[in-house]
């Protein structure tokens, strides 16, 4: 059995996110700001990887993401609120490419 985890955002009387350290926070919950949130915590509004060392950085492609940053067993893929779980951890070099198969 699995457990589930859950992510939630804080926010002020104003509206406004708490966040004691932006370079610290989950994609989840990187997902739940704004836009303008991101820019305005200097957050990467791009998508994100996460692998044994941390959160990285990713570009969109077509098919897929390039690695804007090199990967070390990477495991899971947020894009907004897309999510993907990788079957298996690969490593990514810089700039390289990760292709996602979507399959039903």
Known sequence: ??????????RDRDGRPKIDDPSNLHPAIVA?????ERVDL???SGPMARDAQ????????AD??????????????YDGPD????????DVPLH?????????
């Open 96 to 104: 390289g490419v990760i292709k996602l198969e979507i399959t039903a």
């Open 54 to 61: 941390g959160i990285k950085r990713l570009e969109k492609l």
């Open 64 to 77: 897929g993401y390039r690695a804007v940053d090199s990967l070390v067993a990477v495991s899971e893929i």
């Open 1 to 10: 059995m699995s457990a589930k985890v859950g992510f939630g955002l804080v």
């Open 32 to 36: 739940m700001l704004t836009p303008q």
């Open 83 to 90: 999510y993907f779980k990788l079957p298996d951890r690969i």
């Open 42 to 44: 200097g957050i990467w």
